[in-house]
């Protein structure tokens, strides 16, 4: 039996109470506006951490269109069920040993069966649309919100000209981004972000997005469909 497994049924062992009685889904729903910033619950949305929809029965790190698992949660063995998740939410790193997942745990156990009675109805296959997105909508501030990590990206095709990057210089600590508005926006190279989407909401090729990524207004993340479009745009030049 893998050290994973042993930890596991051990975990579990000492979680008995928080599966005594049913959580509440409604309360379920708020707590997940903790998770929402990394985790979507429709199919194959992934972010900084996996899609959560159809999580019941699914094996520990076996999402296929998910890339970034650590090796100890793919070798782990678990497959998801109500006591399984118990135990991840309770202490992921105690469940798993050098697993990645940037959480420390919750101590309450009510809130636990609060949050896997919501998502035992929001993951399931046939589970309504609009309950998922109100969900997620939860977790967001608006396109701000989202670009931050949380709720709904949103579509970077067909972006209004002040949103689609024509050109950038670099010069010593400074990005000069031009717009299709022909306007011209001078970052911080500490404060300027790039990034790619090579899915269907994301840019189409040749045609970046500018959008903000910060509460201040001095920060932006420039959005390109592919890595080698990165160094074609920027031009070193003062």
């Not at 500490?190 to 090729?205: A, C, I, Q, V, Y």
């Amino acid at each position: 039996m893998g050290k994973f497994v042993i930890i596991a049924l051990v975990t579990f062992a000492s979680l008995s109470s928080a599966l005594a009685e049913p959580g509440d889904a409604s309360r379920g729903q708020q707590d997940f506006r903790a998770c929402a910033p990394c985790h979507s619950l429709e199919p194959d949305r992934n972010m900084t951490g996996p899609s959560l929809a159809n999580l019941w029965g699914r094996k520990a790190g076996g999402l296929p269109s998910f890339d970034r698992y650590s090796n100890a949660l793919k070798s782990s063995g678990i497959i998801w069920d109500d006591r399984a998740l118990d135990g991840w939410l309770t202490d992921p790193q105690r469940m798993v040993p050098d697993n990645e997942m940037p959480f420390e745990g919750i101590n309450d156990g009510r809130v636990r069966a609060d949050l896997l009675a919501f998502l035992k109805d929001a993951t399931k296959p046939d589970a309504a649309p609009d309950r998922t997105a109100q969900a997620q909508m939860k977790g967001m501030g608006g396109m701000m919100g989202g670009m931050m990590g949380g709720g709904r990206d949103p579509n970077l095709k067909g972006l209004e000209p002040s949103k689609r990057v024509k050109a950038i210089t670099h010069c010593r600590d400074t990005y000069r981004v031009t717009t299709a508005d022909e306007k011209t926006r001078a970052f911080w190279e500490r404060n300027l972000r790039f990034m790619t989407d090579s899915g269907k909401d994301g840019p189409e090729s040749g045609a970046p997005a500018i959008m903000p990524a910060g509460m201040m207004g001095d920060r932006a993340a420039v959005i390109f469909a592919a890595p080698e479009e990165i160094n074609k745009l920027i031009e070193a030049r003062c």
